[in-house]
C-alpha cells in the first residue's frame, strides 16, 4: 500500500496570507489526524477528521481549520499567517476508528511565514 | 485531558550501551501507548507500541514496559548503534475516540 503523502511539501508565505495544506491517508483509513512540529514543542495535535466530521481538536485559534472529504483526503487551512505559524505540518492516518489503533506519518509539509 | 511527560530530552549513549526513555501519563484509562522515532529531515516512523492489557513488549533490539499502576512506560534500547540516534517521542491515547497524545521528544546521540 502507499503510505501517507502530503503536498506542497514546502511553502513559503508572508504574514497576513492564507495556506491550503493536503493529505492524503493510505488507502482504507478514514481517520486523518494534523499535527504542528516546532522546536523544542514536539508535536502538537491540532485537529482529527474521522468519516468527514471533525472528531477532536487541539488548542489553537479559530485561525486553522480542516476539513474532509468523501475519500478520506483532508485539507488543513491557516488564515492571516503570523511569524510564529512557521513549522512542520504533519498528518497521520489510521484504520477504522475502532481504537487503539496505530497512527502513520506523512512527510509533512514545511511552512515558512516571512 | 491526558498529559505526557518525557525523560530525558537529551540522552548521549556510547555504541553497544543500553538507553532507556521514560514516559508518564496523567489519564488512568489511557490503553495504548506507541513509540516514534523521528530521524532528522524524516516523518514520525512507529516503532513499537504496547496496549494496557501487555506489561511488556520486545522487537529485536527494542522493548517496551508499561506499569499501569504508576502510569508510566518506558522504551528500552539495547545493543545501541549509530543509526539509533534520532529523536524518540512517546505518546498515549485513550481509546475512547480521544487524540494521541505526545510527549516532547528525547534526542538520542549515539557516539561511536
Known amino acids: 500500500k502507499a503510505g501517507v503523502t502530503q503536498t506542497p511539501r514546502y511553502l513559503i508565505k508572508t504574514r497576513g496570507q492564507q495556506v491550503t495544506l493536503s493529505c492524503s491517508p493510505i488507502s482504507g483509513h478514514r481517520s486523518v489526524s494534523w499535527y504542528q512540529q516546532t522546536p523544542g514543542q514536539g508535536l502538537q495535535f491540532l485537529f482529527e477528521?474521522?468519516?468527514?466530521?471533525?472528531?477532536n481538536k487541539g488548542n489553537f485559534p479559530g485561525r486553522f481549520s480542516g476539513r474532509q472529504f468523501s475519500n478520506s483526503r483532508s485539507e488543513m487551512n491557516v488564515s492571516t499567517l503570523e511569524l510564529g505559524d512557521s513549522a512542520l505540518y504533519l498528518c497521520?492516518?489510521?484504520?477504522?476508528?475502532?481504537?487503539?489503533?496505530?497512527?502513520?506519518f506523512g512527510p509533512g509539509t514545511r511552512l515558512t511565514v516571512t | 485531558g491526558e498529559n505526557v511527560e518525557q525523560h530525558p530530552s537529551t540522552l548521549s549513549v556510547q555504541e553497544g550501551d543500553s538507553a532507556v526513555i521514560k514516559c508518564t501519563y496523567s489519564?488512568?484509562?489511557?490503553?495504548?501507548f506507541p513509540w516514534y522515532k523521528q530521524e532528522l529531515g524524516k516523518r514520525p516512523q512507529l516503532i513499537i507500541d504496547?496496549?494496557?492489557?501487555?506489561g511488556e513488549k520486545k522487537d529485536q533490539r527494542i522493548a517496551v514496559t508499561l506499569n499501569k499502576t504508576a502510569k508510566h512506560f518506558s522504551l528500552h534500547i539495547t545493543e545501541t548503534q549509530p543509526e539509533d540516534s534520532a529523536v524518540y517521542f512517546c505518546?498515549?491515547?485513550?481509546?475512547?475516540?480521544?487524540?494521541?497524545?505526545f510527549g516532547k521528544g528525547t534526542r538520542l546521540s549515539v557516539i561511536a
Open positions: 504496547i496496549r494496557s492489557n501487555v
Open positions: 497521520a492516518s489510521s484504520g477504522t476508528g475502532q481504537g487503539p489503533y496505530e497512527q502513520y
Open positions: 489519564d488512568s484509562a489511557s490503553n495504548y
Open positions: 477528521y474521522f468519516s468527514e466530521t471533525q472528531r
Open positions: 505518546a498515549a491515547l485513550n481509546s475512547g475516540n480521544t487524540p494521541l497524545v
